[in-house]
């Protein structure tokens, strides 16, 4: 029953590989985030869909490829995988809190290596 | 990019005490602040909301205080225990009708039996 999934929730590959996380949520939101968390734990805002419809697009390089094929999936594809994409990726969903506002409910995150 | 030159500050509290969080955001146009806790190895939680035209809210053991002024958010936790542990993370909203959270650099808070 959890409400944002990420997978996979490790991921270790060589420097130029091609790789995939997939996320998932059954709250019923219309907009998806994807954040990178860095080292030192910054969280920074990468990607949004809205109802399938890009709509945040940060200074990412284009080796990162978003992918929204409905409201409840947010997938992120990163071609030719480099040191400095180490992280951890953060799924997060857009819903209506308790004060009626829009909170961002998060996904456990998925670590990748890039060795 | 990387948060370059930018450390993790730390909060380290006595259990049963009080602890206070602060934040500065950037943007004054915003009209809508999220704190959130994030425990080791799992994803940011929500904790406690307010909007720009509150200065204060209220929750369970938690407060948030907003100061538009000089953009400074805080957040109170009452009666520290070591649960708490954990880093904290305010967000920031733009205007009405964007979708983007800004997140601030986080503070460790440290619980010490």
């Known amino acids: 029953d959890t409400a944002v999934s990420q997978t996979p929730k490790y991921l270790v590959t060589q420097m130029g590989n091609d790789k995939s996380i997939k996320c998932e949520q059954n709250?019923?939101?219309?907009?998806m985030y994807w954040y990178k968390q860095d080292s030192k734990k910054f969280l920074k805002i990468m990607f949004s869909?809205?109802?399938?419809?890009?709509?945040i697009n940060e200074t990412v390089p284009n080796r990162f490829s978003p992918k929204s094929p409905d409201k409840a999936h947010l997938n992120l594809h990163i071609n030719s995988l480099e040191l400095g994409d180490s992280a951890v990726y953060f799924c997060?969903?857009?819903?209506?809190?308790?004060?009626?506002?829009?909170?961002?409910?998060f996904g456990a995150g998925s670590r990748l290596t890039v060795l | 990019g990387e948060s370059v030159g930018l450390h993790l500050p730390t909060l380290s509290v006595q259990e049963g005490d009080n602890s206070i969080i602060n934040c500065a955001y950037s943007?004054?146009?915003?009209?809508?602040f999220i704190w959130y806790k994030q425990e080791s190895g799992k994803g940011p939680q929500f904790i406690i909301d307010?909007?720009?035209?509150?200065d204060k809210r209220q929750g369970q053991r938690v407060t948030v205080l907003l100061n538009k002024t000089v953009k400074h958010l805080s957040l109170q936790i009452a009666a520290t225990q070591p649960g708490d542990s954990a880093v904290y993370f305010c967000?920031?909203?733009?205007?009405?009708?964007?979708?983007?959270?800004?997140f601030g650099t986080g503070t460790r808070l440290k619980v010490l039996a």
């Open positions: 943007n004054s146009a915003s009209d809508y």
């Open positions: 307010i909007r720009s035209n509150m």
């Open positions: 967000a920031e909203k733009g205007t009405s009708g964007t979708y983007k959270y800004i």
């Open positions: 709250l019923g939101h219309d907009t």
């Open positions: 869909y809205n109802n399938k419809e890009l709509i």
């Open positions: 997060a969903s857009r819903g209506t809190g308790a004060s009626g506002a829009n909170v961002l409910t």
